[in-house]
């Protein structure tokens, strides 16, 4: 009778569990790998719910389309799991080729139940990508959004509809955000699953570990994590973002061993930042305290609307060194430091923080809260170590549809001899200290006249 309980009682867990998660898996396989159908067997051993496909590069424009498609719906099948695909392939019309990017959802059946078309150029006149988000309900009773590309970082959070799964496809474009730093914090703030050709980010936990070439995960139903863990990522080789808009300004190492406060405002912007750093740090690589708002090129195809506090280490005192690698580590120990800002209200606001040591979740803290026609962002942390990024990035997509300017860091509106001698890598410096250069040359330029 016991034994049968245990049974019984063992059964009702599995049977509750069931209910709650499901299991993702994503594949880790060289970029070359097209065919995935014993991939995606081996998911099925593994009961995997839904399987999400490596995205291929752009280049890799399919001619046997048809052929791949039909390779992975028997695969599904076989293996009674959904299986979500990502493929590039040349559409014909009105004469002309286009190239059109797809997301395919695949059921347990082999059928495909959802697709989400998008063309590769802004100029394609035969598909045009879809307003709305594009959904599918599994099996399972989980609603999935379906997602490509810079989706996640384009469109306004308000139309995610409340919903706790996503499925993202596709490469990325190597803009300023690197994909798993977005992912990840995205994931976070949103409090969703994000099951990505990258990876599986699970809410506020982060993203799931794994050897092997295919890596799952137990998901919860409602999205959620057991635990949470600060949403810190490893420096990206990534070409470093471009801060030429950006105000800039030196952090003071030496105030900073006391302790102390700054401000740096862009346009009506402002980041206040709050900087204690341990007295025995050395300053091996000099930081910037960065503030932008306005609009952006975000990749090739898109400009858009951002506001930005952050905090980054640079190899000189000028701008377009701040974005050190992977290979890159510093000395400095940030005992505290802190940003915090009123971003404008009902945008997205993220936490961005590059550190290639380990930063336990109790020393990490991002609050968010509306207050008047702003809401107040905090992103603060204790010991902080080999930090190359700091801050939060905010999207502004009231500015989407703005076009990008670039602005003369030369404001003042009187002709101005100097600038004539200094070209851009002049500009280039950090505002701060450009400032300073210009009044030193104004000094030295009426000690010469009075000479003459
Ligand atoms: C789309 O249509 C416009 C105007 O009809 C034309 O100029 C352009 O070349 C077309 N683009 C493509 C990729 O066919
Ligand atoms: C960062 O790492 C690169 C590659 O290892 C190296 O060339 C560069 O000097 C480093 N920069 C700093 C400021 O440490
Ligand atoms: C970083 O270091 C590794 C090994 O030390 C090297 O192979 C790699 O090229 C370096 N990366 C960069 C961007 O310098
Ligand atoms: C945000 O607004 C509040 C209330 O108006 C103000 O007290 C605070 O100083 C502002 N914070 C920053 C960083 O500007």
Redesign the pocket.
């Known amino acids: 009778m016991k034994i049968f309980g245990l049974v019984v009682c063992f059964l009702c867990v599995n049977f509750l569990e069931a209910s709650e998660t499901y299991k993702a898996g994503v594949l880790h396989l060289d970029k070359d790998a097209t065919n995935y159908a014993p991939f995606i067997y081996e998911a099925g051993k593994s009961d995997v719910d839904i399987l999400v496909l490596p995205s291929p590069e752009p280049s890799d424009i399919i001619d046997n389309y048809d052929e791949i498609v039909e390779s992975i719906s028997k695969a599904a099948k076989e293996s009674s799991l959904y299986v979500v695909a990502h493929l590039y392939e040349k559409a014909r019309c009105q004469n002309k080729v286009e190239v059109v990017e797809s997301n395919l959802v695949f059921d347990r059946e082999g059928t495909v139940v959802s697709v989400y078309r998008k063309p590769v150029s802004n100029l394609a006149n035969c598909t045009s990508s879809p307003s709305e988000l594009v959904t599918f309900t599994t099996d399972f009773g989980v609603t999935f959004g379906l997602l490509m590309d810079e989706d996640i970082v384009l469109r306004n959070v308000e139309y995610m509809k409340g919903l706790k799964n996503f499925v993202m496809t596709g490469a990325g474009d190597g803009s300023f955000l690197s994909a798993s730093q977005f992912s990840t914090s995205w994931a976070f703030v949103n409090n969703v699953n994000l099951i990505s050709s990258n990876g599986i980010y699970i809410s506020k936990s982060g993203l799931q570990t794994g050897s092997g070439s295919l890596v799952v995960a137990d998901l919860n139903k409602n999205g959620g994590s057991e635990f949470s863990s600060a949403p810190v990522t490893r420096p990206s080789n990534f070409p470093s973002e471009d801060l030429s808009q950006y105000m800039v300004k030196p952090l003071d190492m030496e105030a900073s061993t006391l302790g102390y406060k700054d401000t740096v405002c862009h346009r009506s912007f402002c980041c206040e930042f709050n900087i204690k750093t341990s007295a025995g740090s050395k300053s091996d ?1 000099p930081y910037g305290l960065a503030a932008f708002d306005g609009v952006r090129p975000y990749s090739t195809r898109h400009n858009i609307g951002a506001q930005t506090c952050a905090v980054f280490a640079c ?1 000189g005192l000028y701008k377009r060194s701040c974005g ?2 992977s ?2 580590s510093t000395n400095i120990i940030f005992e505290r430091i802190s940003v915090a800002a009123n971003f404008t209200k009902q945008n997205a606001q993220y936490p961005i923080i590059q550190s290639t040591s380990v930063l336990p979740t109790e020393n990490f803290k991002f609050d968010a809260k509306p207050h008047g026609i702003s809401t107040q962002v905090t992103l603060e942390i204790v010991d902080g170590q080999n930090l190359l990024k700091f801050g939060v990035f905010g999207r502004d997509f009231s500015k989407d549809f703005e076009s990008f300017a670039v602005e003369s860091s030369n404001s003042d509106s009187t002709y101005n001899i100097y600038d004539l001698i200094f070209n851009e890598d002049v500009q280039e410096f950090f505002d701060y200290v450009w400032i300073r250069l210009r009044i030193l040359l104004v000094v030295v330029s009426i000690y010469v006249l009075e000479m003459m």
């Open positions: 690589v190899a050190l690698g290979n890159n």
